[in-house]
C-alpha cells in the first residue's frame, strides 16, 4: 500500500540553526500539508500547499518556516533559525484531491529537538 | 473558529467494547475521522464518516454521528492489547484545501 515517508526520523540541532524536514508524499497525490504536535499537545495544521504554492497556512506558520517541491518527488519544510518551541513532532501528509471524496493520508512523522 | 473535544484517559478490560467519544464546533465540518497512534508512530487513518451519515461500520469498528448534538463516537469491539494508542477525533471542513482539525486525543489502555 502506498505511503508517505518522511526523514530523517529524528532531528536534533541547536537553536538559531536552519533545518530542513524532508517528506515523500504518496505518487499521485496534489495536495500536500504540514501539520506538527508539542509533546503532548494537540496536532497543530501549519500549512497546505497546492500546485507548487501555499494555499493557507495557520498562525503558527511564520516567516521561520517555508515549504518547497524541488522535484516531482519530495516536499519540504525548512525553519530557518530554530528555537526551543520549535521542538515538536512533524507531520507531512497528503491528499489526491481537495474535494468531498478525499482524505489525508499522514506520514511517521520527524521528530524535532532544539537545544 | 472549530475546536475538537475528546476525553483524555479510557481504561478497559481485553474483550471489551471501548468508547471513545468526541465533540466537535464547526457546524461546517465534512468529514469526521478517527485516527490512531501508536506510541513513537505516526497517524494512522482509522475511518471517516461523512456528516451526512450517521453510522459507519467497518469490523470492529464503529462510528456514529449524532450531528444535532455534533458529538461523535467510535466504539471498539472486543478490544484487544493492540489496541492501546491514542485515538484522535478530527474534523475538516467543506470546500478549502481539508486542513484538519484534531482533538486532543483518548488515551486508550487496555488491561488484559
Known amino acids: 500500500e502506498p505511503e508517505v515517508t518522511q526523514t530523517p526520523s529524528h532531528q536534533v540541532t541547536q537553536m538559531g540553526q536552519e533545518v530542513i524536514l524532508r517528506c515523500v508524499p504518496i505518487?499521485?497525490?496534489?495536495?500536500f500539508y504540514w501539520y506538527r504536535q508539542i509533546l503532548g499537545q494537540k496536532v497543530e495544521f501549519l500549512v497546505s500547499?497546492?500546485?507548487?504554492?501555499?494555499?493557507?497556512k495557520s498562525e503558527i506558520f511564520d516567516d521561520q518556516f517555508s515549504v518547497e517541491r524541488p522535484d516531482g518527488s519530495n516536499f519540504t519544510l525548512k525553519i530557518r533559525s530554530t528555537k526551543l518551541e520549535d521542538s515538536a513532532m512533524y507531520f507531512c501528509?497528503?491528499?489526491?484531491?481537495?474535494?468531498?471524496?478525499?482524505?489525508?493520508?499522514f506520514g511517521p512523522g520527524t521528530r524535532l529537538t532544539v537545544l | 473558529g472549530e475546536d475538537v473535544e475528546q476525553s483524555l484517559f479510557l481504561s478497559v478490560r481485553e474483550g471489551d467494547s471501548s468508547v471513545i467519544n468526541c465533540t466537535y464546533t464547526?457546524?461546517?465540518?465534512?468529514?469526521l475521522y478517527w485516527y490512531k497512534q501508536e506510541p513513537g508512530a505516526g497517524l494512522q487513518l482509522l475511518t471517516y464518516?461523512?456528516?451526512?451519515?450517521d453510522m459507519k461500520q467497518d469490523q470492529r469498528l464503529t462510528v456514529l454521528l449524532n450531528k444535532k448534538d455534533k458529538h461523535l463516537s467510535l466504539r471498539i469491539a472486543d478490544t484487544q492489547t493492540g489496541d492501546s494508542a491514542i485515538y484522535f477525533c478530527?474534523?475538516?471542513?467543506?470546500?478549502?484545501?481539508?486542513?484538519?482539525?484534531f482533538g486532543t486525543g483518548t488515551k486508550l489502555q487496555v488491561i488484559p
Open positions: 464547526d457546524s461546517s465540518s465534512t468529514y
Open positions: 478530527a474534523e475538516s471542513y467543506s470546500g478549502g484545501y481539508q486542513k484538519v482539525t
Open positions: 501528509a497528503s491528499s489526491e484531491a481537495s474535494g468531498s471524496t478525499d482524505t489525508q493520508y
Open positions: 505518487s499521485n497525490h496534489l495536495y
Open positions: 464518516i461523512f456528516s451526512n451519515m
Open positions: 500547499f497546492y500546485n507548487n504554492e501555499i494555499s493557507e
